[in-house]
Nanobody, 126 residues
Framework: QVQLLESGGGLVQAGDSLRLSCQTF????????MTWFRQAPGKVREFVAG????????GYADSVKGRFTVSRDNAKNTVTLQMDSLRPEDTAVYYC???????????????????WGQGTQVTVSS
């Protein structure tokens, strides 16, 4: 069984930064590429950022490219999302996702995520 615990969300102003963390409890963390998603009220859960299992490759949604940075620490079983220059449209619940299968590259399709954390709320005021 895999468990994910996100933290680091909060209420900030536009232009501020936040650092989200996802602590994982499960088997073979380093074998799985990891992904951050977010879900705003009334919208579907969408891909935000992903990191390969060794941390060498990362990818981002166009809406966050250049502002967010994803990383991981395989020794600590954690994945982190550094969010800079936050905008009101970044307001959402942020989730980290553990995929259904091992792969080199991160998964962008939420339908292929096996486990989710409880999420952490990020609210950006204008």
């Amino acid at each position: 069984q895999v468990q994910l615990l996100e933290s680091g969300g909060g209420l900030v102003q536009a232009g501020d930064s936040l650092r989200l963390s996802c602590q994982t409890f499960g088997r073979s963390f380093s074998s799985y590429a990891m992904t951050w998603f977010r879900q705003a009220p009334g919208k579907v859960r969408e891909f935000v950022a992903g990191v390969s299992r060794d941390g060498a490759m990362t990818g981002y949604a166009d809406s966050v490219k250049g502002r967010f940075t994803v990383s991981r620490d395989n020794a600590k079983n954690t994945v982190t999302l550094q969010m800079d220059s936050l905008r009101p449209e970044d307001t959402a619940v942020y989730y980290c996702g553990w995929p259904m299968y091992t792969s080199t590259l991160y998964i962008t399709d939420r339908g292929n995520i096996a486990y989710w954390g409880q999420g952490t709320q990020v609210t950006v005021s204008s």
